[in-house]
């Protein structure tokens, strides 16, 4: 194992101010091979590095680092997670929660096969129906002018962090298109680009967003080395729906 410092960060060891610590919390930042481990502070506390509290400062020491992918402890908590996820997905850097190792299997040999049927048929959807979707892009842009996409973090095979792609809806039941597409799950159309580029399946477990995963347990974090499925988040879209009618009737 090696350690080094970032260039960018040599000259900013200084001591963090009490308000500073409070919203900012250490963490210890660790290199290996390429990689860089980011995890809650031990018992041997490094130098306060000010560029980690800025997503600039910390974009720019990124781009200038011979890192190609960054480890994160989900302990850190949400907002310390999702703030380095915004960092490294700026620079084109992937970034992995720390999740518990499985017992080593026999790789399934027809695993290649699955991500090529998944990549062939979603294009085929996307082909077919292409006037759907662009009738949906341009009912989205009238009603949200100001935003066509929304993009969410979500954790996916092995825990790596991508983006799942939405169509833009307002919660107020008032906008009558947002409310049909969230009704019938249309707004998480684009999310068969997710399929496109690797990031999901069309079946699988249930996308797990960045926000819950870091809440999991050891046991629950094991689950996030399957890929995830877009029928599984629109099943689990589905239960949600459910379960909030049932509270009204209750």
Same mark, same amino acid.
């Given at each position: #194992?090696?350690?080094?410092?970032?260039?960018?960060l040599e000259n900013s060891l200084t001591e963090p101010s009490l308000e500073q610590q409070k919203n900012s919390p250490y963490c210890t930042l660790t290199w290996r091979r390429g990689k860089l481990l980011v995890r809650p502070v031990g018992q041997q506390k490094q130098p306060y590095l000010p560029a980690t509290d800025n997503k600039e400062s910390l974009v720019e020491c990124l781009k200038h680092s011979p890192i190609n992918l960054v480890l994160i402890d989900p302990e850190l908590g949400f907002s310390k997670v999702k703030f380095w996820a915004d960092a490294?997905?700026?620079v084109g850097k992937s970034i992995y929660l720390t999740i518990?190792?499985?017992?080593?299997?026999?790789?399934?040999?027809?695993?290649?096969?699955?991500? #090529? +049927? &998944?990549s062939i048929i979603a294009f085929v959807i996307l082909a077919v129906f292409s006037p759907v979707a662009l009738w +949906?892009? +341009?009912l989205t842009c009238i009603h949200s002018p100001s935003l066509l996409f929304s993009r969410e973090w979500h954790v996916g095979k092995r825990g790596k962090l991508f983006q799942v792609i939405k169509f833009s809806t307002?919660? &107020?039941?008032?906008?009558?298109?947002g409310y049909w597409m969230r009704k019938y799950g249309l707004d998480n159309a684009p999310q068969l680009l997710n399929v496109l580029r690797g990031e999901m399946s069309l079946f699988g477990r249930r996308s797990v967003k960045l926000e819950d995963a870091v809440k999991f347990n050891s046991e629950k974090l094991k689950e996030l080395h399957k890929t995830p499925g877009i029928l599984g988040l629109w099943q689990g879209a589905s239960e949600s729906k459910l379960l909030h009618l049932d509270s009204q009737t209750l």
């Amino acid at each position: #194992m090696t350690i080094s410092t970032i260039r960018n960060l040599e000259n900013s060891l200084t001591e963090p101010s009490l308000e500073q610590q409070k919203n900012s919390p250490y963490c210890t930042l660790t290199w290996r091979r390429g990689k860089l481990l980011v995890r809650p502070v031990g018992q041997q506390k490094q130098p306060y590095l000010p560029a980690t509290d800025n997503k600039e400062s910390l974009v720019e020491c990124l781009k200038h680092s011979p890192i190609n992918l960054v480890l994160i402890d989900p302990e850190l908590g949400f907002s310390k997670v999702k703030f380095w996820a915004d960092a490294t997905s700026a620079v084109g850097k992937s970034i992995y929660l720390t999740i518990p190792s499985l017992e080593v299997s026999k790789q399934h040999a027809f695993a290649w096969l699955q991500v #090529m +049927l &998944n990549s062939i048929i979603a294009f085929v959807i996307l082909a077919v129906f292409s006037p759907v979707a662009l009738w +949906l892009t +341009l009912l989205t842009c009238i009603h949200s002018p100001s935003l066509l996409f929304s993009r969410e973090w979500h954790v996916g095979k092995r825990g790596k962090l991508f983006q799942v792609i939405k169509f833009s809806t307002t919660e &107020n039941n008032e906008n009558v298109i947002g409310y049909w597409m969230r009704k019938y799950g249309l707004d998480n159309a684009p999310q068969l680009l997710n399929v496109l580029r690797g990031e999901m399946s069309l079946f699988g477990r249930r996308s797990v967003k960045l926000e819950d995963a870091v809440k999991f347990n050891s046991e629950k974090l094991k689950e996030l080395h399957k890929t995830p499925g877009i029928l599984g988040l629109w099943q689990g879209a589905s239960e949600s729906k459910l379960l909030h009618l049932d509270s009204q009737t209750l």
